[in-house]
T-cell receptor, first 112, second 115 residues
Framework: TQLLEQSPQFLSIQEGENLTVYCNSS?????LQWYRQEPGEGPVLLVT?????EVKKLKRLTFQFGDARKDSSLHITAAQPGDTGLYLC????????????FGAGTTVTVRA | DTGVSQDPRHKITKRGQNVTFRCDPISEHNRLYWYRQTLGQGPEFLTY????????KSRLLSDRFSAERPKGSFSTLEIQRTEQGDSAMYLC?????????????FGNGTRLTVT
């Protein structure tokens, strides 16, 4: 079982549209990371959020960490085909700071 | 920084055979992790090393699985008497020890198929 629930599981949109991916948990995390994974490759870090309520922007990607540090969202503006991939959120629990627990991921497909 | 390297990239084996995978982490990283990923799922934690010490093993890691990190450099993951349920992508990752929220640097994995 995975502590982090991601939704939706699949998302298919047209180029230029916006999308939001959600990551929710009943547990508090000391930090939360977002990764993107392409087929046949390992996940690659996009961002780390640490402070409750924190918002980080990475070009067209906006990441938000919930005030209670239990949830997060990823918003992509004007999606491009290059944004296609599996988006994974992963949390570090306060009690064991070395261990990253992943959600099941959201598969995003951006059609040209 | 050449990144995390895993070998082999693909392995096909018959049920009951033993397999061994190798991971070479980023050289200055103290922490090394093994994760397993099946289709449609995120990576699941298997085990963690800090230098050469194996500090945690997941309950997912049955007695048929063993991991080592001699000398605190490369690591190996061995699966004995493979079963079809072992088919998955095995991912290795490393990170520096400085902070708990340090990002993981993943290799491109070893895809195991047990027939």
């Amino acid at each position: 079982t995975q502590l982090l629930e991601q939704s939706p599981q699949f998302l298919s949109i047209q180029e230029g549209e916006n999308l939001t991916v959600y990551c929710n948990s009943s547990s508090v995390f000391s930090s939360l990371q977002w990764y993107r994974q392409e087929p046949g490759e390992g996940p690659v870090l996009l961002v780390t959020v640490v402070t409750g309520g924190e918002v980080k922007k990475l070009k067209r990607l906006t990441f938000q960490f919930g005030d209670a540090r239990k949830d997060s969202s990823l918003h992509i503006t004007a999606a491009q085909p290059g944004d296609t991939g599996l988006y994974l959120c992963a949390g570090v629990a306060p009690i064991n700071d070395y261990k990253l627990s992943f959600g099941a991921g959201t598969t995003v497909t951006v059609r040209a | 920084d050449t990144g995390v390297s895993q070998d082999p990239r693909h392995k096909i084996t018959k049920r009951g055979q033993n397999v061994t995978f190798r991971c070479d982490p980023i050289s200055e990283h103290n922490r090394l992790y093994w994760y397993r990923q099946t289709l449609g799922q995120g990576p699941e934690f298997l085990t963690y090393f800090q230098n050469e010490a194996q500090l945690e093993k997941s309950r997912l890691l049955s007695d048929r699985f063993s991991a080592e990190r001699p000398k605190g450099s490369f690591s190996t993951l061995e699966i004995q008497r493979t079963e079809q349920g072992d088919s998955a992508m095995y991912l290795c990752a490393s990170s520096p020890r400085d902070r708990g929220n340090s990002p993981l640097h993943f290799g491109n994995g070893t895809r195991l198929t047990v027939t």
